[in-house]
């Protein structure tokens, strides 16, 4: 799609605003003069594809994404591959994490022909919550905490810890997987396209309630940044990205929802004024009667092992439920400094936690949960008499499950 010279210089002059880049800092790292990048942000100036190309890197984007009008169409499309590549040229060095990632890929198409083959829409009314680029960490903040509140309103799920994000997001029509042998710096990886959907992968050698938390902050891309980029790579090096901490405060929210967090510090009896007045009235209309309430000493003070209790209750990591006591001023920079210190010592009380996580991962394929919804779809669609036996045949080797036992499945869902 066409685009007017100052349309696209606004874009580029977004995307390096979000990197937290100067003009300065941007037109160094590619080789332009200041005055150069000032005109092509105006529009008063072209740009040449390799130009172009340069401050997508630099931007961590793709060359599409400046293009993008509401959904890319499927004929202006780059295989999500070759821009993955780009975005993670480690992937290109390391051939067995490429060949998860292409696996992964090729899955994900298979279960869009089935979903297509179904006549099932995709995605399954998700919203886009259309929302200004953030220009300030406090307003992206703000954004992604207002997202999750709405969000968590719209799927009904009150203020309860949420049993399983995997689960959660395969049920909006996303497709998830792990990946192993990511480098430790990299959380999660975000893209769509129309030969595969919606598809949200994350690093699998991270612990359990890491991994929730990298599924929820992929999810904030999903709701706010799809209609404009097509591949965002979550990493410690764009953590302070504009839109990575817009995706951090969702997380968190989505994850330990304000709500629930009073609910269960009531439980514990803290987080309480040390000191507050009460005030009832009376059933024949006089004065009210007011009565001053001073709590024991002390008895408010969260503890490390308030946090421990928080943070198993909602399965998040320790130092998450940390930060979000301290986002909702429920403990001050100095609790919040002193419990952070508790960080190492509280591992011992969700090493059972970490144990689980090793044995669970020795036993569990990291596209344990992108197999099993293709299974799902292909059974529905053998049911149906959309797909032959010797289909699902062919399809056993590529999800590397036994033939046998798929069909056997498949032959249940129609005797049933």
């Keep these: 799609m066409s685009l007017t010279p100052t349309t696209l210089g606004r874009r580029l002059r977004e995307a390096r605003d979000n990197r937290r880049l100067t003009q300065d800092q941007a037109a160094q790292a590619v080789g332009l003069s200041r005055t150069a990048l000032v005109h092509i942000e105006s529009g008063k100036r072209s740009l040449s594809t390799l130009e172009l190309a340069e401050l997508a890197k630099l931007y961590h984007r793709s060359v599409a994404d400046f293009f993008v009008e509401g959904e890319i169409d499927p004929q202006q499309e780059e295989d999500p591959l070759p821009i993955i590549h780009r975005l993670l040229p480690e992937l290109v060095r390391d051939p067995q994490v490429s060949c998860q990632v292409s696996r992964c890929v ?36 703000r954004q992604g905490e207002r997202v999750a509140e709405a969000e968590r309103r719209r799927l009904g799920l009150g203020y309860g810890p949420i049993a399983d994000m995997a689960d959660l997001l395969c049920a909006q029509g996303i497709w998830t997987s792990g990946i192993r042998g990511l480098p430790n710096e990299l959380s999660g990886i975000f893209f769509r396209h129309s030969s595969c959907g919606l598809v949200i992968l994350v690093n699998d050698d991270h612990l359990r309630c890491r991994k929730r938390f990298s599924y929820a902050h992929e999810y904030a891309h999903v709701l706010l940044d799809r209609k404009s980029t097509s591949t965002l790579v979550s990493s410690k090096e764009n953590a302070q990205e504009f839109i990575e901490r817009r995706s951090n405060a969702f997380a968190a929210a989505f994850l330990l929802p304000a709500e629930g967090i009073r609910w269960f510090l009531d439980l514990l009896e803290k987080g309480r004024p040390s000191r507050r007045y009460r005030v009832t009235s009376t059933s024949v209309g006089d004065e009210p009667v007011e009565a001053e309430e001073r709590l024991a000493p002390g008895s408010q003070q969260i503890t490390y092992q308030d946090v421990v209790a928080l943070a198993r209750h909602f399965d998040v990591s320790y130092p998450v439920a940390v930060h979000r006591l301290s986002d909702l001023a429920f403990i001050n920079n100095e609790e919040k400094a002193r419990l952070l210190d508790r960080a190492i010592l509280s591992a011992r009380l969700l ?66």
Aim: glycine share 4%; aromatic share 4%.
């Design 106 to 141: 090729e899955l994900c198409s298979i279960g869009a022909d089935l979903e297509t083959t179904l006549g099932i829409e995709e995605p399954r009314n998700l919203p886009v919550y259309e929302t200004k680029g953030p220009a300030r960490p406090a307003e992206a903040i």
């Design 351 to 416: 090493s059972s936690q970490d144990r689980f996580d090793d044995e669970r991962r020795s036993a569990w394929r990291p596209e344990q949960n992108l197999v099993n919804q293709i299974v799902r779809l292909a059974i529905e669609a053998y049911r149906r008499e959309e797909v032959s036996q010797g289909w699902l045949r062919s399809l056993s080797d590529k999800l590397e499950i036994p033939a046998e036992e798929l069909v056997e499945l498949a032959e249940a869902a129609i005797e049933s």
